[in-house]
């Protein structure tokens, strides 16, 4: 119970923290002729880069510190999804040689 607090307070956390971060959407050409420029905004200031390509979004410049928080939060969503698998499986399992017969491995 207390891991999934501590997601939830998380996800909460990062939700906050994004409405307050600058988001700015710049051409993958643009972003290339001033790519080193580009990185430090998101560096130092933290603001994300939304890659555009012909005006629809490709991807995204963020700083290191996003990119862990997100790894970190996604983690903890997998842990809950494979407990809450775990729970529902009430105790069946299928042995690996069985699973890869199965899928013709």
Known sequence: MVKICIAFNLYELYNLYRLEVDMTKIGVSDARDNLSEVV???RYTHERVVLTKRGREVGAII???D???LEMLEDQLDVKAAKQALEESQGERI???EV???LGL
Request: charged share 45%.
């Open 40 to 42: 430090d905004r998101a």
């Open 63 to 65: 700083s290191i510190d």
């Open 67 to 69: 990119l862990k928080l």
């Open 95 to 97: 042995p690996y040689d």
């Open 100 to 102: 890869r017969s199965r």
